[in-house]
């Protein structure tokens, strides 16, 4: 179960909890800022309708820069290996709200959690939660980490299942008409959203990007349970 049996039945209905690490000596502040105990999953966690920056203190910022809201996406669909010319399955983490960790406008020293309410897909993710990776890792085993030339460094990439090659995530996303920047209706029925199962918001760090056609992405995708 999700909720402790404490959450009232309007919390059960509101919330799609972010998971904090809250100490113990810190316990009561936590509760009294709004977070709950999750006795089930051994977890504190902060309902939906809290903003989220009351709890910064409790959120690994040095390796998450985004919490995309439960529940969030696997978009799945095929592309041409650039090497070995076959033809391969890929995937990327998506959502449709999310939290962003940025600098203020306000105040140049200042970073603070932002809420976007749009439909992105994330590339080039360096840090995934580890349940979660195991998880997606366990279907789609030529996701993992990769060293990309490209931006000289390692993140989270789909790899050929013939050659090994990483398949960069820049032509995917960034170049309109790639795989996960469709633009018409033949790159929306093209990928699957597969809905994770997972009670819990989604911390990562990635790029994310806005599109003018992000509604249509996720109204003519074709979707599925895990």
């Given at each position: 179960?999700?909720?402790?049996?404490?959450?009232?039945?309007?919390?059960?209905?509101?919330?799609?909890?972010?998971?904090?690490?809250?100490?113990?000596?810190?316990?009561?502040?936590?509760?009294?800022?709004?977070?709950?105990?999750?006795?089930?999953?051994?977890?504190?966690?902060?309902?939906?309708?809290?903003?989220?920056?009351?709890?910064?203190q409790?959120?690994?910022?040095?390796?998450?820069?985004?919490?995309?809201?439960?529940?969030f996406?696997?978009?799945?669909?095929?592309?041409?290996?650039?090497?070995?010319?076959?033809?391969?399955?890929?995937?990327?983490?998506?959502?449709?709200?999310?939290?962003?960790?940025?600098?203020?406008?306000?105040?140049?020293?200042?970073?603070?959690?932002?809420?976007?309410?749009y439909?992105?897909?994330?590339?080039?993710?360096?840090?995934?939660?580890?349940?979660?990776?195991?998880?997606?890792c366990?279907?789609?085993?030529?996701?993992k980490?990769?060293?990309?030339?490209?931006?000289?460094?390692?993140?989270?990439?789909?790899?050929?299942?013939?050659?090994?090659?990483?398949?960069?995530?820049?032509?995917?996303?960034?170049?309109?008409?790639?795989?996960?920047?469709?633009?018409?209706?033949?790159?929306?029925?093209?990928?699957?959203?597969?809905?994770?199962?997972?009670?819990?918001?989604?911390?990562?760090?990635?790029?994310?990007?806005?599109?003018?056609?992000?509604?249509?992405?996720?109204?003519?995708?074709?979707?599925?349970?895990?």
């Amino acid at each position: 179960p999700l909720y402790s049996s404490a959450a009232s039945d309007v919390y059960k209905r509101q919330i799609m909890p972010l998971k904090i690490n809250v100490p113990y000596s810190e316990k009561d502040l936590a509760k009294e800022k709004g977070a709950f105990w999750d006795k089930d999953n051994k977890t504190w966690f902060v309902p939906d309708y809290k903003d989220i920056n009351l709890f910064s203190q409790w959120i690994d910022t040095d390796k998450v820069s985004i919490i995309a809201k439960a529940p969030f996406w696997i978009g799945v669909t095929q592309k041409t290996c650039w090497k070995c010319g076959g033809m391969i399955d890929v995937i990327a983490f998506a959502s449709n709200k999310f939290w962003i960790y940025e600098y203020s406008d306000d105040d140049e020293a200042l970073q603070e959690w932002y809420l976007q309410d749009y439909f992105s897909f994330f590339y080039m993710p360096g840090y995934i939660e580890k349940e979660i990776l195991d998880i997606v890792c366990s279907r789609f085993p030529t996701f993992k980490l990769g060293f990309s030339k490209t931006v000289n460094g390692k993140y989270w990439a789909n790899h050929c299942e013939h050659c090994n090659a990483l398949q960069g995530d820049f032509f995917m996303h960034d170049e309109p008409g790639g795989e996960f920047s469709p633009i018409d209706m033949d790159g929306y029925k093209a990928i699957t959203l597969i809905e994770f199962p997972y009670k819990f918001d989604l911390p990562i760090t990635a790029s994310y990007s806005w599109a003018s056609n992000e509604k249509d992405v996720l109204r003519y995708c074709p979707k599925t349970q895990w």
